[in-house]
């Protein structure tokens, strides 16, 4: 692993007061950076998890394997100031290590998302906006946690965690997180998209806005707030003023020196021709009905406890370049956005009915 897919390009100033730190999971995608940021501020980490997953990280660093779904023994007779939960997607996980950690921890912080909402229709979005519950989702009580739908289970999570830790846990929900080492490739698929070169399918009209979050900056935020002991429910993504698909696909060009155009279509010819947002089209959401919001959060709180942001052109060149740095069927294989064919019908069909139309 480079270290410039871990660690933080900026300046670190060494924390005075060194933590002890257990975080779940930590070898994933948000974990390294967290982890990286932490040895860097002199705090002492652990890590619970399988050992599935990159184990030969950080090799200098405790690690516990367990299960959260049925072994958390090596948790036990233990105690950190502050745990991080970053793998909990079933709300018996965090009950289960919550209950298990709530004597001998004095912070828990668990990493939830902003599907936990109910809806995004607020402008501006702040994290005083209703969560799902059972009843508004419409879901049984008696439905098995693991089966959950995502936003529920995440909601759901939290709730456990401040029961277990009444004022003493700190609820974080990202956006689309993104930057190396993402598993998910939605937002990897327009450095990886841009770089390939040629006229490119865009959604909309440049004008929609966009909101996503590097795994560095939230990682290393985290960090900060545990070391600074803030407490409640923050949202996790930016810039404080939100990019236009534009500004987000011009500025990701910057970080690449491949010839390539964009053609903005409609979403109104997207949807005839079955090109669906945030899956064929990473990270765009149409600001349209209960997701009038979903990109246009006020962050303003985050902001003044401490969440900064790196240049975009930064994450797209490390992004871009972590990608680039795969199995070559990897790269081609991206499992978000729209396949190369399939761009091309599109594109085709629009610039036909553009020529029909001029026919007239």
């Known amino acids: 692993m480079r270290g410039r897919s871990i660690n933080s390009p900026r300046p670190l100033d060494r924390s005075s007061g060194a933590l002890q730190i257990l975080i779940l999971g930590g070898t994933s995608f948000l974990g390294p950076p967290q982890v990286a940021y932490a040895l860097s501020r002199g705090h002492e980490v652990t890590l619970f998890n399988r050992g599935q997953t990159n184990a030969d990280l950080f090799p200098e660093i405790e690690k516990l394997r367990g299960d959260r779904n049925d072994d958390l023994a090596s948790l036990r007779g233990r105690s950190w100031d502050v745990v991080i939960d970053n793998s909990a997607t079933n709300p018996a996980w965090v009950r289960d290590s919550a209950s298990l950690l709530k004597g001998s921890v004095g912070h828990y912080m668990y990493v939830s998302s902003i599907s936990a909402y109910r809806t995004m229709e607020s402008v501006p979005m702040t994290a005083s ?5 059972y009843e508004n989702a419409g879901v049984p009580t008696d439905q098995d946690e693991a089966e959950l739908p995502y936003g529920l289970a995440k909601a759901q999570s939290e709730r456990e965690a401040q029961a277990a830790f ?4 700190t609820i974080v929900r990202p ?10 490739v939605r937002f990897t698929y327009w450095p990886a998209r841009i770089h390939r070169g040629g006229e490119i399918l865009s959604p909309g009209d440049g004008t929609d806005p966009a909101q996503i979050i590097d795994a560095r900056d939230l990682g290393e935020w985290m960090i900060r707030l545990a070391e600074d002991r803030r407490m409640g429910v923050f949202n996790g993504l930016g810039p404080a003023r939100p990019w236009s698909m534009a500004g987000l696909l011009y500025g990701i060009r910057a970080a690449t020196s ?3 155009s964009f053609t903005w279509v409609p979403r109104e010819f997207l949807a005839e021709m079955g090109v669906r947002p945030w899956s064929h089209m990473p990270v765009w959401i149409p600001p349209t009905g209960t997701q009038t919001g979903a990109s246009r959060f006020d962050i303003s709180p985050e902001v003044a406890s401490g969440l900064t942001f790196r240049p975009l052109a930064d994450t797209a060149r490390d992004t871009l370049e972590y990608h680039l740095s795969r199995p070559a069927e990897r790269q081609v294989s991206l499992r978000a956005g729209i396949e190369s064919a399939r761009e091309a019908e599109v594109l085709a069909a629009w610039h036909s009915r553009g020529r029909a139309s001029h026919a007239e």
């Open 129 to 133: 906006e209703p969560v799902f519950t």
């Open 166 to 169: 009444p004022g003493q846990a």
């Open 175 to 184: 956006g689309l997180i993104v930057g190396p080492m993402d598993p998910t």
């Open 258 to 260: 491949t010839e390539a």
